[in-house]
């Protein structure tokens, strides 16, 4: 398959004056053209800030992108300057944010925040963008779009504002978009609504999906691959199903024991004892060690390397390697 996107070695620190944090320690994935991967995981393991990096909106200072490539079909982001990225947001790559209320801004219309990437990215006259802003209105389901254009954002309710920041990430027709949690503030019927309708843009258009998530219903419902992201990294790689079936490093096992199944009536959920590591300094080893109940001495010392398990399927632990398996005596470490 076309891959449009493939970020190697990313990382990304933030200069505070308690220290140096390492949000995205080297991570490594790539996006396939046509297909929605998620990266998933608790809060604070780096999923927003790799998502950002991107888009190249790490704020500098305090952070930056201190090694890497973000390689977007066939150029590499990294490298470009903040007027060439400015070309490329909105119109290649567009980003759907946290909270739509926030994203949009409160004193224009929704019309003024609809057209404006279209005027200012293609040159079109304002009848035409009016015409394209209605059209986009229609296909996220929002009725009677021609007077709603000139409503203001306080005026729609939640799930109709989400809708909005979605029409204005799609509208230039980008090629790539990024949804950061893009449910979360959402309820469950609403949430439906919202993964019917990334389903169905993208069957109409074609556009590949990063989804930013911790919620693996979300996943579950609309995900080709998932990536899942551990204190700065990406720890384990594969299709919907290889995940969700035959999953393989210890957090991803402890991420789905921590998730409620309709099919299990009674029973207790799982948590994940601990907390995750100080990024200030971070583990020389697996991070997950001091949390993980399979814990050998070499994963708190030394980082697993990748290891393929089947063409689609990665994970970075050494309890896929035989050789540790044997040598070393899988005592859990003293707490």
């Avoid at 790799?50 to 490539?69: C, E, V, Y």
């Avoid at 384990?236 to 024991?257: A, D, M, S, V």
Wanted: a neutral charge.
């Amino acid at each position: 398959m076309e891959k449009i996107l493939e970020v190697t070695n990313l990382q990304v620190t933030f200069t505070t004056y308690g220290g140096t944090v390492k949000a995205v320690r080297g991570v490594d994935f790539h996006l396939n053209k046509g297909e929605t991967l998620a990266i998933v995981g608790e809060s604070g393991c780096g999923k927003s800030v790799t998502s950002n990096a991107i888009m190249r909106l790490i704020p500098n200072p305090p952070g930056k992108i201190t090694a890497g490539s973000i390689v977007f079909k066939g150029k590499d982001l990294a490298k470009y300057s903040e007027k060439r990225m400015r070309s490329i947001r909105g119109v290649d790559i567009s980003m759907i944010f946290q909270d739509p209320m926030t994203a949009l801004n409160p004193t224009l219309t929704i019309g003024t925040q609809l057209m404006e990437g279209l005027i200012s990215h293609h040159g079109v006259s304002s009848k035409e963008a009016k015409k394209k802003a209605i059209e986009m209105m229609d296909l996220v389901g929002i009725s009677n779009p021609e007077e709603r254009l000139k409503q203001y954002p306080h005026q729609f309710s939640g799930g109709m504002r989400q809708r909005i920041v979605i029409a204005i990430a799609l509208i230039c027709e980008p090629d790539l978009l990024i949804a950061d949690e893009p449910t979360t503030a959402l309820d469950v019927t609403i949430q439906a609504q919202i993964l019917e309708l990334f389903e169905k843009i993208q069957a109409a258009t074609g556009v590949s999906i990063i989804l930013i998530t911790h919620d693996l219903g979300v996943v579950a419902k609309i995900a080709d691959r998932i990536a899942v992201m551990y204190a700065g990294k990406i720890i384990e790689t594969g299709t919907k199903r290889e995940i969700f079936y035959k999953p393989q490093h210890p957090y991803t096992q402890g991420l789905l024991n921590s998730v409620p199944r309709l099919d299990l009536k009674g029973e207790k959920l799982i948590p994940i004892d601990g907390t995750p590591p100080d990024l200030f300094s971070p583990p020389a080893g697996c991070p997950f060690t001091a949390r993980c109940p399979f814990a050998m001495e070499v994963c708190d010392k030394v980082y697993p390397a990748s290891k393929e398990l089947t063409e689609s399927h990665q994970v970075n632990c050494w309890l896929q390697d035989e050789r540790a398996k044997q040598l070393l005596t899988a005592v859990p470490l003293s707490k």
